[in-house]
């Protein structure tokens, strides 16, 4: 049996999120899904688990999120190194970067990978769409992602461990084409949403990666809203 975690979802599942992971476990019977609230110790402390995902929050959950994990930082570390499965959406990424500005503020987060995150409450919302690739070892795969946030990360991104390259959209700020991170298993972007029934390839290569059966609930249909998808961004963002 696969134990995927699913943090906090009381508190990271703004844009439905949780959804994902449900998903995931939906797809295949050898998965077993832990729902951690965030006033308990998580799973993963006390146990090797499969997979650990955090989903978005607002800006104020986020700061309670990075205070629970601070206690278990050299846990997940330890986990990261050696290979556990990491997934988180949204603001999720900047828990595991040096710091969060907001204005006169510096929020020190986990610190576990070289970048910082700046807050532009004051200013409008950014809300985009982005078409990237994901160079997995079986070949690339294509990756769809949606974004909605005040806030954006820095750092020498030319020199970084980045999941995406993006070919339609932003990464990690308006200045680079460099989205999320990926070092061993741990796989993080801004994108918001079920972003595992956006991207059907990247949930076949996550269950690939547990060893298990690769196989999708509705795979036809969720293959096909993929393609179409991926046909509309491509369209609509080339020609915006």
Known sequence: MKVVENLFPELCNIYGESYSVEYLSRCNGDIKLVQTNHKDVPAFVTEDVDMVYLGCSSERKQEQIIEILKPYKARIKELIDKGTIFLATGNAIEVFGK????EDRVIEALGLFEFDSVRYMEAERHNSQ???????????????G?????SFAYGDFENFPHWLDIEIGIGMNKETKREGIHYNNFFATYSLGPCLIMNPLFAKYLLR??????????????????????HE???????S
């Open 209 to 230: 990666l547990m060893d298990i059966d690769d196989s999708l609930l509705f795979e036809n249909e969720i293959m096909e809203a993929y393609e179409y998808r991926k």
């Open 99 to 102: 710091s969060i500005k907001d």
């Open 146 to 150: 949606h974004r909605s946030q005040f």
């Open 130 to 144: 982005y078409v990237g690739s994901f160079k997995a070892d079986n070949g690339p795969i294509t990756m769809l």
């Open 233 to 239: 961004l491509r369209e609509n963002l080339a020609n």
